[in-house]
């Protein structure tokens, strides 16, 4: 058994008694409300999943484990010669809770190395499909066709305890983590690169080894490195982690799971965000006649766009009442790599002017920038301009905190999920209730 599955194992075995005792012992204990609204609109704000990975602040953003993300950031160990922190180590950070050692990240960095090769017929299967394929259509292709090598299936058939389920899981999601960056690299050089595949080398750690898969230089594998581990969890509630959570609910492996969880990300209103922000201001840029503008002209255009009834994307949370941490982080690398960048100077400029406009029109919650505002900027610097491919990344730094969660899911014995319905008439009636009795 490697370290970080024994540390887990430990883990696992002390917290399977807090569990069990607060189904016990409070079970009937209300953690919440719901009103029709909630019902309607998404279960926005219901309170009704569990999760220790990771938890959204909103106030502070994002907390990994309980620390921010300047905290992670900091306390992980670093690749040598390098600004960013192994992935690895963010991995057994999501699974124990602990801050890893060098010799601990060494272990899982080596554990992925010996995990990381992707099956011929994965390729072959990525190969067969149109070259126009949309590239999360692949990735979740070629993740679901490894289902065949699901371990977890594998003892499941053979007849395995359920206090077990979370060690054939794990196996699973190590492998799957271990191979993902090769499958999107594979992806990308195969559609947007003439097909010249980069193989991948094992001596490296897996943001350095994804940055020479897809054949981009210094210091991509540090942007790399940080866009995973930003990306890598956001509580159980957004689309694509409660897909995953969902399918795994049903004791569907870990290659099904991931899968759904990918085509969740894909759709417009989760993954594909930031690459509608890049594609918004580069569309500033060119009504700006490609120059910098004055913080006057900019402030005019930001009203212009608000008064003709449009949005300024990548500002707004549904929770964060701040500036996203995630932002912030990706912010002080453009300082320091790219401050001349003509585009980053346009994500700068409205980084200083879009708030106070839109907290003197008055109307949004939350008038910061979230994570999407800046991070396809980033990408298109280092040149990764394939707007579609943007959310590949997206997935493999999801599927991080996604696998973590569905391996505590199955270690805690989480049953499956089943919320109960209404029906529009009935919601009706308990609102003619509702309204009677404030009357009366």
């Known amino acids: 058994m490697s370290n970080l599955k024994g540390k887990l194992f430990e883990k696992i075995q002390a917290w399977r008694p807090r569990t069990a005792k607060l189904l016990k012992e409070s079970g009937s204990v209300k953690i919440g409300e719901v009103n029709i609204g909630q019902a309607i609109g998404g279960a926005r704000d219901v309170k009704c999943l569990v999760t220790d990975i990771s938890y959204l602040d909103p106030v502070e953003g994002i907390r990994f484990r309980g620390m921010t993300i300047p905290e992670v950031i900091e306390k992980l160990p670093k690749v040598p010669g390098c600004e960013m922190p192994y992935v690895e180590g963010h991995v057994y950070l999501l699974l124990t809770g602990d801050i890893p050692t060098d010799k601990e990240v060494a272990s899982v960095a080596e554990e992925f190395q010996k995990r990381a090769r992707v099956p011929q017929y994965v390729f072959d299967v990525l190969r067969a499909m149109p070259r126009d ?15 065949r090598e699901s371990v977890y299936v594998q003892r499941y058939n053979a007849g395995i305890h359920k206090n077990d389920y979370w060690d054939p899981t794990y196996e699973d999601g190590m492998n799957l983590l271990a191979q993902l960056p090769q499958i999107a690299a594979y992806i990308f050089r195969m559609k947007y690169r003439s097909d010249t595949i980069i193989p991948s080398n094992p ?12 054949g981009i230089d210094k210091p991509y594998d540090d942007v790399s490195r940080l866009y995973f581990i930003l990306h890598s969890d956001h509580e159980s509630g957004n689309v694509s982690a409660h897909t995953g959570h969902l399918i795994s609910s049903a004791l569907s492996d870990m290659y099904y799971s991931i899968s759904g969880m990918i085509n969740g990300l894909a759709g417009p209103l989760h993954g594909l965000a930031n690459q509608e922000v890049l594609r918004w201001i580069q569309g500033v840029m060119a009504k700006m006649g490609g120059k910098v503008p004055s913080d006057e002209e900019m402030r005019q255009f930001v009203w212009d766009t608000l008064k003709s009834g449009q949005v300024v994307p990548g500002y707004g949370h549904a929770v964060l009442r701040k500036t996203d941490p995630r932002y912030m982080a990706q912010r002080e690398f453009c300082l320091k790599h790219m401050p001349e960048d003509p585009l980053f100077k346009y994500v700068d400029m409205l980084f200083r002017i879009v708030p106070p406009v839109l907290l003197e029109q008055g109307k949004a919650k939350d008038p910061w920038p979230n994570v999407d505002a800046q991070s396809g900027v980033i990408q298109w610097y280092y040149g990764v301009r394939e707007y579609d491919f943007y959310t590949v990344l997206f997935a493999v730094g999801r599927a991080l905190g996604v696998v973590c969660n569905i391996i505590w899911d199955r270690a805690l014995g989480y049953p499956i999920e089943r919320p109960k319905s209404v029906t529009t008439a009935m919601l009706e009636d308990m609102a003619a209730k509702a309204a009677a009795a404030s009357k009366g």
């Open 133 to 147: 394929t949309h590239p999360m259509t692949m990735l979740s292709a070629a993740v679901v066709a490894m289902q």
């Open 203 to 214: 001596k490296l750690d897996m943001g350095g080894d994804f940055a020479q898969m897809m």
